[in-house]
Structure formats: C-alpha cells, structure tokens
C-alpha cells in the first residue's frame, strides 16, 4: 500500500469507526434494569425501591418513569447516584431519573411520528411587550416554566424551543395516551405569580425538620458565576398573600453599577402589596411564579406608592430572568396554533414501513449497480454501506431527530449515492475505449468525473440546506438527513471508491473492469431536432395543470396551507362514509372530508376525518361513539391559519433562494446563459410537477413543498452533467456547429443521465410503494419530478442554451485549446491528463 492509500485507509478507518461510536446502542435500553445497573452502595432500602419498580412495570410497562418515580417515594437517590451531583439541584431524585432516562435512551432518536407522542406549537401573548429584547426575555422564560412542567411528564428527550417571536415548539416523544390529556392542560394553562411570606423561624425548621402545617419547603437553585449550584432551601406560607398585580418590570442599576429590578403595580396590587410590606418589614416575600420559588428577598420597608426595587448580589441575567417572572409571560393561557398527536401504534407501523422502503430502495439500487457494473458496481455497493453508517452516525452526534420524512431522505440519499459513481465509472469507460490502461482509466475517470460530482452536489446542497434551515418539523429533518447525505455521497464516492480501486491494483487483484453497455456513445440521436415540438408540449401541459389548479381553489391545499384538523381512527368494521358525514353534521361540524386509506406496507386500514381549525374534539367523541364500527383514536393534527399562512410563505421564500442560489452558482462555474436555461428548466420542472400533481388530485402539504425543494435540486443535478460535457467538447475544440456540439454532448452523457436518474428513480419507488401517508405524496412528487427533469435537462436547458446564442458557439475555451478546432471530426482531441 503506498503512502496515499495509507493515510486514505486511516482516514476511512476514522471516519466510519467514529460512525459506530456515535450510533452505539442504537436502539433504547430498559430503564429499570438501567436504574439497578448504575446504582452504587445498593443496600435494603434500594432493593425494596427496585423491587416495588419491577413489580409496577409487570403492571404498566409503557411507564418505567413514573414507575420509578413511585417507587422511590421520599427516598434519597442521591447515594445511589453520587456521581450526578444532584444535592444541589432542587429536585434531586427528578433530575437523576432524568439523567438516567437519557442514558438509557438508545442513540437513534425517534420523532413523535415513528414513536407516538404530542406536539403542539403555542403562541404567547405579547400584546404588553414593546421592547424586542423584553419579549426574547419573556420567551425564554415561558419555556423554562413549560420545561418544568413537562418534566413532571418523565418524557426522556422532549424539545422545547422558541419559534419566531412569541410562538413556542413543544414537542413530547413518546407520551401515553392517557398522559396526552394531561400534558393539553399543563401546557395550556396560565401561570400564576404568587408572593408568600417566609416563615421568620425558616432555617430552624428545616434544621429541625418540623414543619408547621401551614407552610411547606420550597427549592430555588442559583448558579454561582464559577459555576456550581447554590441550593436555596426556604419554608413558605402555602396560602399567597398575593396573586398578580405586577404592571411593569424592568432591569436597572444601583449607585454601584449592580443589576437591580425595578417594578411598578396596578391599583390593586399597589394597595394589596403595601398592606403585606408595611404590616412585615423584615422578613422574607417568596416570590413564586407556576408553583416554583425565584427568589425570596427582604422587605426592607413598606412600599406603598406602587414602585419598587429588589436589589441583591443577582447576576445580569439573574436581574433579566426576574425581570421576565415579574411580568409574567404566561399570565394569560397560551393558545395552541398547532398539535400534533399520534398513538404509539401507529408509529410502530410508521416504523416498518420507513424500514421497508429503506431496505427494498437499498437493495433494487445494489442490485442494479452489481448487476451492470459487475466488480465496479461491488465496489460502489460496499462505499453506499458506509455512505448509509456515516449518515446515521453523524445525524446521532448531531443529536438529530429520526422522522419519516427523514428516513425519506436517508433512502434518496442512497439513490443520489450512487450517482457519482455511475459518473466516474462511465468516465472510466470512456478512458478505456480511448485504449488507455486500467490505471490511466481509472485515475483519469476521477479526475475528469470530479468538476462534474462537486458541481452536482453543490446545486443539491443549496436546496438541502435552505429545507434544514427554513423548514419545521418533520420536514427539517428531512433536509438535515439529505444535507448529511449529500456530504457523506462526496467522501464515499471520491475517498473510499478510489482507495478500494487503488488497492486492488496494487496488489494485481483487479486486471480488468467489465461493465454492461446498454446505450452506446456512438449513437448519433439528433435531440435538438425535436427541440421546438418538446418544448410547446411541455408549456401546454403546464398551462392544463395549473388550470386545474385554479379549478380546483382552496381544495387543492391541505391544512398545512389552510389550517384544518385531521382525525385518524382504526377500526373494527367499515361504516359508510354517509352515516358518519351525517352523524358530524349532526354534531355541527360543517364539510368534513371522509376518507378510509389503506398502507400497502403495513396492510393497515384507517379512517381519515378532515375538517375545519378546532373541530378534533368534535369528530373524535362523535365518530368513538358510532354504535357499530369500533373506532379507536390513532391520532389528531391540528393547524391553525396562521400557522398554515406562514408555510405558505416559507415554501415561496425557499423556493425562490433556491432558484437564485442555483443562478449564482451555475453562472460562476459556466456562463450565464447556461445559469438562465438551468434556471428556466427548474421553474419548468417545477410547474409540470405542481400540474400533475393538481391533475392527479391530491392535496398539497408541507412534504410535498418539501419534494418539489429537492427537485429544484436533483433538476439542476442532472442538468450540471449535461453542461459540463457540452463546456468540456466546446473547449477541446470539437468540430461542427454549436447545434451538432450539443447533440454530441448529449449522446455522449446519455447512458449516465438515464442509469442516475433510474438508480434514484428505484430508491423513490419503495417510498412510493412502501412509504405510505404523506411520504407517499412526498414520492409521488418527486417520482414526476425525476421524469421532468431528467427530459427538462434535454429538451429545455440544452434548447434554451441553443436558442439563447442563436445557434452561434459560445465563447468558451479560447486560448491555446482553440487550436485544436482544425482536428478532423472523425479523430476525437486528444485528452488532458
């Protein structure tokens, strides 16, 4: 092995051996047997915790956490588990089954779609804050007291995060039914800012232990600026002496430059909070916001006139997260926009099906690629293996979220894989049938693929990262998975390809590389020819499709556009979908959409109700209580308008950075007339795919925005491969007019511009089949897509080019390579190596 491979061979090593480290377990462990693994100085006590948690999980095996959680009862967990360090949390036993939970909690995270679960998207009312920076604040805030909230919930990875400027992403995996409830009024709810006094003889309570039944301990934990934990423990009246009452809060400075708050009251509360602090100058007022104490300063004299100041050794952002308590984002409920509720179930089915077409697409495109290209293809096949470990390894350490739409990219990456080696090895080809040897091919068909590949992957990379970063849910998981997929394709297909080839040439195990041949680059179509004809058919179909669209209205969009509900239900037998129509009607729910689907992958058959924003609870007590059919709940969306308002914005915004992003890139790279044709093919493929897909009538949704993103790049993909031939025969100073060059081009990138878009074509056939739900949409569209663009590349890109310099050469390759125009048309330039 020469020296290259060597460190080519080490660094495969690396990268796929830190693959397997960060996916390690993948799957999840069972958290009671984890709770007893990781205790130390078990003794009685711990083996009558873990004994009573065995016996609860026989009973309720879906609930480790709280089984845990029961049977630890008022026991310390803190000497079983020193080495969380969880004395000085205010909860100790709470953040260590939390932590244990984590732990036991395989590497592959699953989403609310393949595991069950809730998520809602909530607006907080910020109608009281002017100042951007108080509302950030007050985000913030409305998320810390949610978090503690939804701990309570024992969910083991739940995603809470602002979105925009007062909305907040909740999103809780794997949540039981009977916890949904529940978690829809926890989060619902409005929190209330308290203010008790503190008991006057608190320390010697606690020191005691002897709490007087009017009070209780409250928890506030502090960070210290050098980073460890300050426990605040303190005994509070558990009647408030006042709810409210806060007007304003703000964070100002004392006349040595520390952080203090400032706050003013409304009438009430002016003459509620004068009558606490003049009857208590003294003693401590816990201030207490959703049931947890933030502080609990001196009253230092009666404040009567409605302002005052709580000053102290607070830190800045201490006095910020104050201020944001004492002003209480949440003092009004939060209105949910958005929710999302799938039973466990069905994520189980969800599952099988993405495994399913992940398997079947991995195997119909190894299959293909061992099948023409023989001991090439082997190789390919063994770089797609570890294409697929480096992509789920580092979607793991990048702690990203598993959803069906990203599995869905996982199985386009694999399609999109083997694209760059279908390029290399029919340069490979090419190199051979010049008569140069097996080494010079090889090493000249990567060299001559690479300008191609990178190119390719760029263009697809500018669609994948604007779905990473402007896209929600599901769909942005999508886009990481792809975006992650596309890097890992380039260092698969150029590093690990090469190093095999390299390998077994040095050790004289490979003589000679046989490939099938299907379509000859000898072959002399004249595609320009039906340039004109192609080009009117197109715009015609466009013109009936998107005329069907307008036809079509309002219908022709899902609630992810227009806001809606949706309601799934299994069930034991069929009723007619009149009967339910009119029992909804009935209920007063007006123009549902009733629709039983079946999953050809899992052979599942449902009943899908849709209907207007804020209806689910309606069409799931009506449709449960039919007295024939056995419906059971499977799951509810719900999207508000302005929820669906804003995808609507987020898909033309993205579309069109697509569209530029592309322009920019192909016109650097070639030429601007070629930026224009691949530009303009894009937004044709785009069109025809949104036409046929009114005529087929289905509904839009965000996945499908998400498949027509990916389009705009696989378009411009396979339109790159084509222009590059054209720019390298203009440059080698081929013979003929720009019209014959062009036809040249084409017939000579025939072969790979069928076999890469058949090979992802292949992958996005078992999602289509075995996909289901709107990953079914998803395929559908992208299917079309791959049709479009794999013509659009021919009959509008290459025509626009032609037509845009009138038939006349572009001015590409001047210099010492022009001298090689008067090379006979017969005999082909001589390569650069």
């Not at 051996?17 to 709770?35: C, G, I, K, M, N």
């Not at 959680?69 to 020193?82: H, I, M, Q, W």
């Not at 401590?284 to 916001?289: M, P, R, T």
């Not at 599901?474 to 260092?491: D, E, K």
Request: proline share 3%; net charge neutral; with cysteine.
């Amino acid at each position: 092995m020469n020296r290259n491979n060597f460190w080519r061979f080490i660094l495969v090593v690396i990268v796929v051996a830190w693959s397997f480290y960060e996916l390690y377990p993948p799957t999840a462990r069972d958290l009671v047997q984890h709770f007893r693994e990781r205790a130390v100085a078990r003794d009685p006590v711990f083996t009558s915790i873990y004994t009573n948690a065995v016996a609860l999980q026989r009973a309720r095996p879906e609930k480790s956490y709280e089984n845990l959680l029961e049977a630890t009862g008022t026991n310390d967990l803190s000497k079983y588990f020193p080495f969380y360090e969880a004395k000085n949390e205010a909860n100790p036993n709470t953040y260590i089954l939390n932590r244990l939970q984590r732990e036991a909690a395989g590497r592959i995270k699953l989403g609310l779609d393949l595991q069950g679960g809730t998520s809602f998207l909530v607006q907080m009312d910020t109608s009281g804050i002017t100042n951007t920076s108080d509302t950030s604040t007050a985000l913030a805030q409305a998320v810390e007291v949610l978090r503690k909230r939804v701990d309570k919930f024992g969910v083991a990875e739940p995603l809470i995060q602002p979105q925009g400027a007062d909305r907040i992403q909740v999103q809780l995996p794997g949540l039981s039914a009977a916890d949904q409830e529940k978690a829809i009024i926890a989060i619902k709810k409005p929190a209330y800012l308290e203010f008790r006094l503190v008991a006057e003889d608190s320390k010697t309570q606690i020191e005691q232990n002897s709490i007087l039944p009017q009070y209780q301990v409250m928890t506030h934990t502090r960070t210290m600026p050098n980073g460890v934990k300050q426990v605040e423990k303190v005994v509070v009246e558990k009647r408030p002496r006042m709810t409210g009452g806060i007007k304003r809060a703000m964070v100002t400075r004392d006349e040595l430059g520390r952080p203090e708050i400032s706050f003013s009251l409304d009438d009430a509360g002016t003459a509620t909070f004068g009558r606490i602090t003049s009857e208590n100058v003294g003693r401590q007022l816990a201030v207490i916001l959703d049931g947890e104490l933030q502080t609990a300063p001196v009253i230092q004299t009666a404040i009567t006139g409605g302002n005052g100041v709580i000053h102290g050794d607070y830190s800045q952002q201490e006095a910020f997260a104050l201020q944001a308590v004492l002003e209480n984002p949440l003092k009004t409920p939060l209105k949910i926009e958005a929710s999302r509720t799938v039973d466990p179930t069905l994520g189980i089915d969800s599952i099988r099906s993405g495994i399913k077409a992940s398997i079947y697409g991995t195997l119909a495109v190894s299959a293909f690629m061992l099948i023409y290209y023989m001991i090439a293809g082997l190789v390919a096949n063994v770089a797609l293996l570890a294409n697929i470990v480096i992509l789920i390894g580092v979607m793991c350490a990048f702690g990203t979220t598993f959803t069906l739409p990203g599995i869905a990219g996982l199985v386009l990456t694999v399609g999109m894989a083997v694209d760059a080696n279908v390029l290399i090895y029919e340069r490979i080809r090419e190199e051979m049938g010049k008569g140069k040897s097996l080494r010079g091919s090889i090493a000249a068909g990567y060299s001559r693929a690479f300008g191609t590949i990178f190119d390719s992957h760029v263009t697809t990379l500018i669609s994948s990262l604007i779905l990473w970063k402007m896209g929600t849910g599901t769909i942005q998981g999508f886009g990481v998975s792809l975006t992650i997929g596309v890097l890992a394709s380039l260092f698969t297909a150029l590093v690990v390809t090469r190093m095999i080839f390299d390998f077994m040439l040095d050790r004289g195990v490979l003589k000679s590389i046989s490939m099938l041949h299907l379509i000859p680059a000898t072959m002399k179509l004249n595609f320009m020819r039906l340039a004109v004809p192609a080009f009117v058919t197109s715009w015609v179909i466009i013109a009936i499709g998107i005329g069907m669209g307008f036809h079509r209205g309002t219908s022709a969009f899902g609630r992810d556009f227009v806001g809606g509900d949706s309601t799934s239900f299994t069930f034991a037998q069929k009723v007619p979908s009149e009967n339910i129509r009119a029992a909804l009607e009935r209920a007063g729910v007006k123009d549902p959409l009733i629709q039983y689907q079946k999953d050809i992958s899992s052979g599942r058959e449902m009943l899908r109700v849709d209907t207007l924003h804020l209806t689910n609870d309606v069409v799931k007590a009506t449709v449960e209580h039919l007295e024939t059919g056995g419906f059971r709940l499977l799951g509810q969306d719900t999207v508000g308008p302005s929820v669906g308002k804003d995808i609507q914005q987020s898909a033309i915004i993205a579309s069109l950075l697509s569209l530029f992003g592309i322009l920019v890139y192909v016109a650097f790279r070639y030429e601007f007339s070629f930026a224009v044709g691949a530009v303009l093919a894009v937004i044709h493929d785009v069109l025809m795919t949104i036409g046929i897909y009114y005529l087929s009538g289905r509904q839009f949704n965000a996945t499908t925005v998400a498949a027509i993103l990916t389009i705009i790049g696989f378009s411009t993909n396979d339109t790159i491969v084509i222009f590059d031939r054209i720019r390298e025969d203009l440059k080698l100073g081929i013979r003929g007019s720009f019209r014959e060059v062009m036809n040249q081009a084409l017939n000579q990138t025939l072969s790979r511009t069928i076999i890469t878009s058949g090979t992802v074509f292949l992958a996005t056939l078992s999602l289509f089949i075995f996909g289901g739900g709107e990953i079914n949409d998803f395929a559908f569209t992208f299917l079309v897509g791959i049709v479009t663009g794999t013509y659009s590349s021919i009959y509008i890109a290459s025509a626009l080019v032609l037509w845009w310099h009138k038939g006349q050469r572009p001015h590409i390759g001047s210099g010492p390579i022009q001298a090689q125009v008067a090379t006979p048309a017969s005999t082909p330039a001589p390569a650069r190596s």
